[in-house]
T-cell receptor, first 115, second 113 residues
């Protein structure tokens, strides 16, 4: 069964450093998403991306965050200057269409720890 | 705005007992409702979903959920718990045309032998 792949599974970074989280969506999917789950809290939507543009973003997704599809397969989330409160599990998801469908598939996540 | 409330951050049941995980939602328009499961160190796996039609929805691993509009609920049940059901369960809501899911806080299910 097709999977969304996220790398790395764990990343530790120092406060103030830039970090890039990588995702390989399912190959025929066109819509891409990032979610965040701070330890012990709910999973929260960050951003959706389609046709090389952000289509929706949450209040969490401020100027410190950016997303990019640098090539035909990868979808990345960059945090420019990490803060302690950015420590969380970050999930990538992709879907074949705009609405949430059975094809809306999550990756296994990247646990980011900012020290 | 939509929201989801999962009653009980931790639920513990004995193997073979009924599993009941509660989810209530708030939505001003007809909702689409989902249950996801997260096993340790894994991603979010879709258990089942309700969009339209039959209000009793069957999912994978013997789970089912019933959409009750009058109660704004979408509780998840399984008649007989198995040790392999131990995981974190998330209820989520969205609406037609929406791109994002709104999640509840999750319920950690523990199965006692």
């Amino acid at each position: 069964e097709p999977e969304v792949t996220q790398t790395p599974s764990h990343q530790v970074t120092q406060m103030g450093q830039e970090v890039i989280l990588r995702c390989v969506p399912i190959s025929n999917h066109l819509y891409f998403y990032w979610y965040r789950q701070i330890l012990g809290q709910k999973v929260e939507f960050l951003v959706s991306f389609y046709n090389n543009e952000i289509s929706e973003k949450s209040e969490i997704f401020d100027d410190q965050f950016s997303v990019e599809r640098p090539d035909g397969s990868n979808f990345t989330l960059k945090i420019r200057s990490t803060k302690l409160e950015d420590s969380a599990m970050y999930f990538c998801a992709s879907s074949v269409s705009k609405t949430v469908t059975p094809g809306y598939t999550f990756g296994s996540g990247t646990r980011l720890t900012v020290v | 705005a939509q929201s989801v409330t999962q009653l009980g951050s931790h639920v513990s049941v004995s193997e073979g007992a009924l599993v009941l995980l509660r989810c209530n939602y708030s939505s001003s328009v007809p909702p689409y409702l989902f249950w996801y499961v997260q096993y340790p160190n894994q991603g979010l796996q879709l258990l089942l979903k309700y969009t339209t039609g039959a209000t009793l929805v069957k999912g994978i691993n013997g789970f089912e959920a019933e959409f009750k509009k009058s109660e704004t609920s979408f509780h998840l049940t399984k008649p007989s718990a198995h040790m392999s059901d131990a995981a974190e369960y998330f209820c989520a809501v969205t609406t037609i045309g929406a791109q994002k899911l709104v999640f509840g806080q999750g319920t950690r299910l523990t199965i006692n032998p």
